[in-house]
């Protein structure tokens, strides 16, 4: 399960991700298992992970993310516009030390 993010540490994230460019973009099939796959590897390589999602409402939007996030046990950090980014700590040597509260 994903860890819950105080709001300090989604800003302190909101940061961090600010200069990322989108790793993954999410295009007419929606969340596929190929999909999940590569957010799962991009995730355990980075631990950050920007998405821009191409979705023709914001409900299929919306959904599309909550899939991804559960589907790759990470949480959600923020979403603008077609645009969400993922946290998912590392089990060995984490790379992002998150502020405490």
Same mark, same amino acid.
């Given at each position: 399960?994903?860890?819950?993010?105080?709001?300090?540490q989604?800003r302190?994230? =909101?940061?961090?991700?600010h /200069?990322?460019?989108?790793?993954?973009i999410?295009?007419?099939?929606?969340?596929? /298992?190929?999909?999940?796959?590569?957010?799962?590897?991009a995730l355990d390589?980075h631990?950050?992970l920007?998405v821009?999602?191409?979705a023709?409402?914001?409900?299929?939007?919306?959904?599309?993310i909550?899939?991804?996030?559960?589907?790759? /046990?990470?949480?959600?950090?923020? =979403?603008?516009g077609?645009?969400?980014?993922?946290? =998912?700590?590392?089990?060995?040597n %984490?790379l992002?030390?998150? %502020?405490?509260?």
């Amino acid at each position: 399960m994903a860890t819950a993010l105080s709001n300090t540490q989604k800003r302190y994230l =909101r940061g961090l991700a600010h /200069d990322l460019k989108a790793v993954l973009i999410v295009g007419a099939k929606g969340i596929t /298992d190929a999909l999940v796959a590569e957010a799962a590897l991009a995730l355990d390589h980075h631990e950050l992970l920007k998405v821009k999602i191409h979705a023709g409402d914001r409900e299929l939007r919306d959904e599309w993310i909550g899939e991804l996030a559960s589907r790759t /046990d990470a949480a959600l950090v923020t =979403r603008i516009g077609n645009v969400a980014v993922f946290y =998912r700590r590392r089990a060995e040597n %984490p790379l992002i030390v998150l %502020p405490r509260n």
